[in-house]
Structure formats: C-alpha cells, structure tokens
C-alpha cells in the first residue's frame, strides 16, 4: 500500500515539473519575443546602424545618378549646344515674322505662357514666364509672386461641373438584402410564441428572417422627392401557432415629399450640390446651382480668353524685345568698327609725329569699352532670343538663330474713345468675368434666404400589402 502511495506521489511531482517546465519555456518564448529588434517592412534589408548617411552607399537602390549612361529610366532629350558670347554665331538664320511668332506661340499653347507685367508695363519678375508649380516644392519662384499657367484643358475641366450639378437630378436605385438566423432558448412559452401542454425545459426557438429591398427615388425641379420602393420581408419560424412555417410579406411604397417653405441648413451639404441636405425649395432655387455650374464654366471660357490675349501680348513683347536687341547689338558693332579706325589713325599721326601718346592711349581705352559693350549686348541678344523661345515652346537651342524680320508699324492710330468704352464693357474678359461674379453671387444669396425660411413639408404615402408562403 505504501509503494502505491509512493508511486501516485512520484507520478503527480512528474506531472507538476513537466508543467513547471513548460510554462518556464512558454515565458522564456514570450519574453524573447517581446524583446527582439522590430525589423523593417522591408525584410531584405538590413536595419540601418549608423545615422551618417553611409547607409546611402550601402544602399544599391540609392546610387548617384550617372547622367551620360544608358542606364537611367527617362531618356534625356536631345538639346543642342547653347550659343555664348564666345561663340554667338549659328549654322543658320532663321528669319522669323511676327505672325509666325504668335503661330508658333499658339501652336505650343497647351500650357499658356505668360509674362506678368506690373503698373508700368515692366515685367515682375523678368521676362520669363510664370512657373507652373507655385506648391510648397515651387522654389523661389513662387515667393516672387508668379501665378500658376492655365492650360487648354480648363474649360472642359469647368464643364463638368454642370454634369455634376445635373446629376443631383438623376434617378437613384437603392436596393438591399439582409439575412438572419437565430436560435434563443425561453423558459417562458408565452415568450417562445408558443403553448405546450408538455412540461419542457428549454423551450427552443428558430427563427430565419429575410429583408429585400428596391427602390426608386428621384428630384424633382421643384425641390420634391418621389420614390417608389419594394419590400419583400420572409419569416421562418417553428412556433406552432403560424399558419404556415414560413411566410412572405410583400408591400410597394409610392412616398412623395415636397417642401412648401425653406430647406433644412446646410451643415454637410453644399449650395451647389441639389440633392444633399439642406437641398433649396422651389423652382428659381433649386435651379440656382446649375445656373451657378454654367457661370463657372462660362468664367472659364473668358478666363482662357484673358490668357490668350496676354499670350500673345507677351510674345508681341518678347518678339519686339528681340528686335531691339539686335538694333543695340549692331549699334555695338558699329561702335566698336569706328573705335578700331580711330585708334588706328591716332597710332599713324603718332608714328608721323603729329600724335601723342596720351591720344593713343585714350583710344584704346574707348576701344575696350566699346568691345566690352558689345560683349554684354551679345549676352543680351542670346538671353532675349532664349526668354521669346521659352515663350513660343521651343527648345533653348536648336543650331538657328532667330532674327525679327517683320518691320514695326509706322502708321499714327487715332482711336475713338465711345468705340473703345463699348468694345471694352462686351468684350473685355475682366469684365464679363466679374459680371459673372456679381451673378453667382446673387443665386447663391437667394439659396441662403431660401434656408432662412422655416422647414415646412408634405409628405404622402400609398403603400400596397401583399402576403404568401
């Protein structure tokens, strides 16, 4: 009896040290686990261990970018040598018109090109055009004030708004399927649906529930929402008091909605989205947002309109600049030929002995002057011809040089003022787009008033009840 006894001890110490011991392994796992070094998302990669950026050397997918190999994924494009003031002359003359400036400029006009001029016609930040990107990664070009390119895609990116606003008016389908399935026991039969006469403990209830649902609803211009829903309800259940088992209750639902006063306040909603809350009564109002998405859009048109004429009011300028540049750079030369024939005569009358030194000397001074002009007015034709390329969307270099060819009007322009007034209220841009403003304005004061208006509706309902199994 003793040695049984000694043997169930034994038996229960074996049992506790197996259980010591895995519960000393699953702490041991756990705590090594909680303690190991989170690894990157990326696991084929190292953890970096030093902050100095030598990890960028490590790195083969961060490499400094070899610019004259093959290897790069966006192939550099094709730009020919720019011309400097040591060598300004090109294989070829191009001898550009005005109106092939202001075809070209328009041609390339996918992006508008504008230089921003100040009070005094003076551009404000040079004769470059305004930057396309004026984020937070513009650089300093923002911080001087340029205002962000149009493109030619404005307009139609402005018309769809008014589909937008249209689409509030669209017929909406709204349908839904839900499924149930419940098992609750009772110890109440009243409870459970059911009597027995046989004493039970629990009294088991199933039940499967089916909800089915289609609807139509759409607004009207009015402000009136009509809707027209189907419901399919399916019951299931083992209570001995139904008719049948299961049971399907059917019913379609004519509602009809319609504000008589003012609308609730747009607190998610938008004036210019009909159909959220908050949506105007009555036919003017609740019209307003789409007069409002076809002013927006018409603003569009006259604000390209705007981009185009100073467009080409900035080519006409640069074109002109252009010109001008050539006049002073051939002035320069001019200059610089008379400088060499004076230096030359006074060092003759002073090899013949009628000249000084002091002659010669000044001569040479105004010489190097001269020539330094002429270096500067160089430098001055090369930047200008690039500035009116980057306004036309050619490439800064292409082996040519542009020369203007077209001659300036001479011809004396008296306009007459009524003439000029009428034209500038019909067609100037500013204006038309401001009177547009006003307009906007107004409509969306009247969806404001339209709110202030106390919450009044009639609500109707018709509904058809069917039932089969």
Not at 180 to 207: E, K, L, M, W
Not at 290 to 300: F, M, P, S
């Amino acid at each position: 009896m003793a040695i049984l006894v000694k043997d169930g001890l034994a038996m229960r110490l074996t049992l506790i040290m197996r259980r010591n011991a895995w519960a000393a392994a699953v702490v041991a796992w756990a705590a090594s686990v909680g303690c190991q070094r989170l690894p990157y998302i990326d696991q084929s990669k190292a953890v970096p261990h030093e902050s100095l950026g030598n990890v960028t050397h490590e790195d083969k997918e961060v490499q400094k970018a070899q610019f004259l190999s093959s290897k790069l994924p966006v192939p550099l494009p094709k730009v020919a040598k720019p011309r400097t003031t040591n060598d300004p002359e090109a294989q070829e003359i191009w001898q550009m018109t005005l109106q092939d400036a202001i075809r070209i400029g328009l041609d390339n006009s996918e992006v508008v090109r504008i230089i921003s001029l100040g009070a005094q016609g003076i551009p404000v930040s040079g004769f470059e055009p305004t930057p396309l990107n004026t984020g937070a990664t513009a650089g300093i070009a923002s911080s001087l004030g340029a205002s962000p390119l149009f493109t030619v895609y404005d307009p139609a990116i402005q018309e769809t708004q008014i589909a937008t606003a249209l689409s509030a008016f669209d017929t909406n389908l709204v349908t839904s399927l839900l499924w149930g399935h419940s098992v609750a026991p009772f110890n109440n039969a009243i409870q459970a649906g059911t009597i027995v006469t046989a004493a039970r403990f629990p009294i088991i209830f199933n039940q499967d529930t089916a909800a089915f649902q289609a609807g139509l609803q759409k607004n009207t211009a009015t402000g009136a929402t009509l809707g027209v829903t189907h419901n399919v309800n399916y019951l299931y259940s083992n209570s001995p008091t139904n008719v049948t088992p299961s049971a399907y209750s059917t019913n379609v639902q004519l509602t009809l909605t319609q504000p008589l006063l003012g609308s609730a306040p747009l607190a998610t909603g938008n004036a210019n989205s009909p159909g959220a809350p908050g949506q105007p009564v009555g036919l003017e109002a609740n019209r307003a947002p789409i007069v409002i998405a076809r002013l927006n859009a018409d603003g569009a048109i006259w604000r390209f309109k705007a981009n185009v004429i100073q467009a080409v009011r900035s080519i006409e300028q640069q074109y002109w600049s252009l010109a001008q540049q050539h006049v002073q750079l051939w002035s320069s030369e001019k200059a610089v030929e008379l400088a060499e024939e004076i230096l030359r005569r006074e060092q003759s009358e002073l090899e013949v002995g009628r000249g000084t030194v002091a002659d010669v000397a000044e001569a040479s001074q105004r010489l190097e002057q001269f020539r330094l002009d002429l270096v500067t007015k160089t430098s001055d034709v090369i930047t200008t011809e690039r500035q009116l390329r980057n306004i036309l969307g050619l490439p800064p270099a292409d082996n040519r040089r542009i020369v203007p060819v077209t001659e300036p009007t001479e011809a004396r322009v008296e306009p007459d003022w009524d003439s000029s007034l009428a034209q500038m209220l019909t067609f100037q841009p500013d204006i038309v787009v401001q009177t547009l403003l006003v307009r906007i304005q107004e409509l969306t004061l009247l969806i404001a008033r339209n709110q202030l208006l106390p919450q009044l509706n009639l609500n109707a309902l018709y509904q058809f009840n069917g039932l089969g199994r």
